[in-house]
């Protein structure tokens, strides 16, 4: 796309969310909702972009300051808050010295909006048509769609030939106009000279005091100006989010997006309506999720891999052939290929673990560093650690690395040995080789090859239950 600058308005409360968070923070997919229409603008190459922020507006440009990711991203602020067409009075004071091109204005609430379709009405836009017996250009497309329902909606009001004529807002209409069910999606590609010299003739002579933006259709059209809709046959693309009822369904349409992309890149959900991947989570091929996962953040999953039922997987990377069992939480965290987890681990942030390795059921890991081809199988708690490869870690083990002050790290070697419920006082380090008697407490370092033992001698007291004339129960 060439030559043009783009608006995005997100200076609304939301006020139907009923929430103190700006409205186009609210989550969808585990990005805030204003994320989506950022991301495409990039994708599009807008040479500029302005963000009008209000409510919140302080929490909207920190969620995006990092000016790098993009590009020319610039925040300006509206306050009093006097309408859409206000916004735009507000923003073109940014974009001063944007000349010979196009200005998209984009809502910060409309979070499934698609290149696609922009693209579109940008053709549409930059096609010559006649208007009063000449050929030209419009001046101002937008997108509307056609819905069952219109109550809410600004209504697209054409003339006998079936031109754009105006949009009337809902609370303005006529009742001859309220059966109209072609509505307005507030979404406009407008020539930058004429949006920037009819700005000022906007009004507020309307029922809510506020400056449309919509009316600018109506301007050109007075002056004899060519305006084009494009007319959208997927409302659910072009919704609004305004409460938390949208919130919810643009983000089941949004997961259901997400899955059918990857199921048609030879991933296998079992059962897509039942599995939450956030956007931009990578998936490789021939990988099984089954009902109930939770893939979010940044997590990257290898090929030929497994996820059962319930398991919750946050910022990570899994290798390729990987099996996570059912209800396991994995968070930041980084797994080899051929790794076996769960069911029911939970492995807290700063892991790393080694090819070959396998972290049983009810096994706690917390950063901290497993070798190749270490078991952990069950009922341990790993903090705090740097463990070898082929190391067997029986039932029961604790590494206990906090004092009540600090942290300290246990070190096990390669090949180590340490028997079911052991605990392991930090700072220690057990050898290469060692093993630990089972049911020991270790406190002092074991050289590689030894064994360590720590625990009372056994006695047996014989006859003792008829001495002390104890039944034997049945």
Known sequence: MKNFAAIVLAAGKGTRMKSVRAKVLHPICGRPMLYYPLRLLKELGAKKTVVVVGYGADEVKGAFKDSRKWGKL???????????????????????????????????????????????????????????????LPVLSLISTLVDDPTGYGRVIRDADGRVERIVEDRDLEASERAINEVNAGIYLVNSAFLFANLKRLTRKNVQGEYYLPDLVALATDQGKRVSALTHFDPEEVMGVNNRQELAKAASIMRRNINTELMLGGVTIIDPEATYIDYGVRVGRDTTIHPNVHLLGSTVMGKGSTVEEGSRIADSTLG???????????????????????????????????????????????????????????????????????????????????DGIRKYITRIGDGAFIGSDSQLIAPLTVGKDAYIGSGSTITKDVPAGALALSRPAQKILKDWVKKKGLKKRR
């Open 74 to 136: 610039k925040f300006c602020i509206q306050s009093p808050q006097l309408g859409t067409g206000h916004a735009l009075m507000c923003a073109s004071k940014e974009l001063k010295g944007f000349t010979g091109g196009d200005v998209l204005i984009l809502s910060g609430d409309v979070p499934l909006i698609t290149r696609q379709t922009i693209k579109a009405l940008m053709k549409i836009h930059r096609r010559q048509g006649t208007e009063g017996g000449r050929k030209a």
């Open 320 to 402: 390729d052939g990987t099996v996570v069992k059912s209800f396991s939480v994995i968070e930041s965290s980084k797994i080899g290929k051929g790794v076996s987890i769960g069911p029911f681990a939970r492995l807290r942030p700063e892991n790393t673990i080694g090819d070959g390795a396998r972290v049983g059921n009810f096994v706690e890991v917390k950063k901290t560093r497993i070798g190749k081809g270490t078991k952990a199988n069950h009922l341990t708690y790993l903090g705090d650690s740097v463990i070898g490869s082929d190391v067997n870690i029986g039932a029961g083990t604790i590494t206990c690395n906090y």
